[in-house]
């Protein structure tokens, strides 16, 4: 008995809860699924067609201007590496330039200096000939004074050791003839 007791609970159960299900607010009817369908096919051609195409066109357009940028990027990147090559060329040409010119100032720093310095010796040169020239000038002024004078002094000895008056011609040459040998020696 107590198994149709729980049968028949049971199954007042079941019909309750059909009659419950039929009148549920929150499950959808078949009016309401068929609006439902309707409207998202609606929403669905809409966004497909008309709503997504310039959202498209934008996203590809950006990616082609990305493009172009990495591009644009990549050239001025190339050109600036060219640029620098360029560069470091045409320093490296003045460099070497530079240290040419340097080498041609150096040579005509030592030929002007050359130069200089051999018309330094030519003067010093003909300033030793012409101090020699002066200096043998000068023995031969001093040479014929000092034989006037000794010539003087020996003709004034002479007389007055022979006490009488002896000829300054011939006795001059005696004189000459002494102090030339004592010049040689």
């Not at 001025?76 to 060219?82: G, K, L, M, Q, Y």
């Amino acid at each position: 008995m107590l198994a149709y007791v729980f049968a028949e609970t049971a199954a007042s159960d079941v019909a309750e809860a059909a009659a419950e299900a039929a009148n549920n607010p929150i499950l959808p009817t078949v009016n309401e699924m068929f609006w439902t369908l309707v409207f998202f096919a609606i929403l669905w051609a809409l966004m497909k067609f008309v709503l997504l195409p310039p959202i498209m066109r934008g996203f590809e357009a950006r990616t082609a201007k990305l493009r172009e940028d990495e591009g644009a990027a990549e050239a001025a990147e190339i050109a600036a590496t060219e640029r620098v090559r360029e560069y470091e060329a045409g320093l490296a040409g003045a460099r070497s330039e530079a240290v040419a010119i340097i080498e041609a100032a150096r040579a005509e720093g030592d030929a002007q200096r050359r130069e200089v310095v051999g018309a330094a010796e030519a003067e010093v040169a003909s300033l030793r000939a012409a101090a020699a020239e002066e200096i043998a000038a000068a023995k031969a002024r001093a040479r014929a004074e000092l034989t006037g004078n000794i010539t003087d002094i020996a003709v004034g000895a002479a007389s007055a050791v022979l006490d009488k008056q002896v000829d300054r011609s011939t006795s001059s040459q005696v004189v000459d003839d002494y102090v030339a040998g004592q010049g040689r020696n």
